[in-house]
């Protein structure tokens, strides 16, 4: 019988041999930890047993300086998370025009378009690779990724600034905005069926068929998403009663009007700031993603290329100033859902395993382990002389959670999982200003920084 220590002469075989399977088995049942932690594994959640207690009640929720007092959001069954963000961020704003506490913005509304505008701005891009092949890698990403729910501040940005917004009673959440599978999948095999015809009519030439194409998959399109999600308001009429109980009526306002009316924030002063911790890509310099975007001819995603220090510093100094931040990370790694908390030694999965599993954040980013998934809303952190200890975030996952549906993350956790951060240009120094204006290298479709919160 092979024992563990012939594995030496099968490590460089192409194939793993029963011999060396059973001297792993043998080598697995000769260790009473490893038993007793099977037994343990196979009964119980493996971060309950991975996770380190003490940290986790040790880490306090509180800041020192925290500017909510409102309650969360819900994106409920929907991958909108970029949109919550940037509403809840608008609302702050809203709420102060309307001496109010509570307020939302309507995300279905800033969903509908966004969506329909999206299926338009993937008609543009498959007939911009209309002469490629079905399999070649940006034609198989785009058919991949097709009709998503994620999205960038930028997209959010093209969507308010074409459409406007209006109040969450204008137009209200449905099944379906909640629940977005279902007509997501709907669209997805209406604009995969429209790629088919699309580049069947431009590699023939035939510009008026492939016009009339486009012009009844987007009528398609438009009627799907009126069913699923409602008719969006061209106007409305708006009265609410302040907390004063003052009554306010503001008459008939269409989403433009609203939106300029009641907001305190211009958009075209924000920029992304992101840390893409890849040496090839230098800190300062400005980035953006081919094929990244929802609205045809309106400005391209853009990044600004910063040390995470600084994204923290700039993001501190908002907070202090009364003002939120809209950021971007990956959410799921060394999160305790139900306690509200992150913290980047909160699970020992290496320990428990003992198994190498670290990566820094560079490595992770190149081999595919971490990526933007979630945007949020920075709405406190703890300062204790001068350094940034830990901070407040709105997520818009409910009350269920944390406090209220408030999570606190510690500032390792920043560090490693946080990519992307939303502030000021008047923030930035002269030099990164100036930075903002240099051509951007263009990376493809499929590049970690290309993610959608």
Known sequence: ?????????????????????????????????????????????????????????SLSTTVSNRIDDWKVTNQKKSGRCWLFAALNLLRTGAKEVMDVKEFEFSQNYAMYFDKLERANYFMQSILETAERPEDDRLVSYLLQTVMGD?????????????????????????????????MNSVLAS??????????????AGDVAGEDQARERIITEVHRILSLHLGTPPTSFEWDYSDDKKVFHREGVLTPQEFLAKYTTIT?????????????????????????????????????????????????KEAILDGQPVWFGCDVGPQMARKDGIWDARLYDYAGLYDAELA???????????????????????????????????????????????????????????VFEIVVEKSRLSSELVQALETEPTVLPAWDPMGALA
């Open 190 to 203: 209406l604009l995969r069926r429209g790629a088919h015809e699309l580049r069947t009519l431009r590699n």
């Open 359 to 417: 990566m820094d954040k560079e490595t992770r980013v190149r081999y595919g382990a971490s990526a933007m998934t979630h945007a949020m809303l920075l709405t406190g952190v703890d300062v204790l002389e001068g350094q940034t200890r830990r901070w407040r975030v709105e997520n818009s996952w409910g009350e269920e959670n944390g406090d209220q549906g408030f999570y606190t993350m510690a500032d390792n956790w920043f560090d490693d999982y």
């Open 267 to 315: 958009l075209s002063d924000y920029v992304c700031l992101v840390d893409d911790p890849r040496a090839e890509h230098p800190k300062g310099s400005t980035l953006t993603v081919e094929h990244l975007g929802n609205v045809v001819g309106a400005a391209p995603v853009r990044y600004l290329n910063v040390d995470i220090s600084l994204a923290k510093r700039l993001a």
């Open 1 to 57: 019988m092979t024992t563990i220590t012939d594995l030496s002469v099968t490590s460089h075989a192409s194939s793993l041999t029963p011999g060396h399977v059973a001297a792993l088995h043998n080598s697995f049942a000769a260790d009473p930890v490893l038993k007793r932690t099977q037994n343990a594994i196979a009964r119980v959640s493996v971060d309950e047993l991975a996770v380190d207690h003490q940290l986790a009640t």
């Open 150 to 182: 994620g999205g960038q501040w930028d997209m959010a940005v093209n969507i308010f600034t074409k459409y406007g917004a209006v109040p969450k009673s204008a137009m209200p959440e449905t099944e379906s905005s909640s629940n977005t599978g279902r």
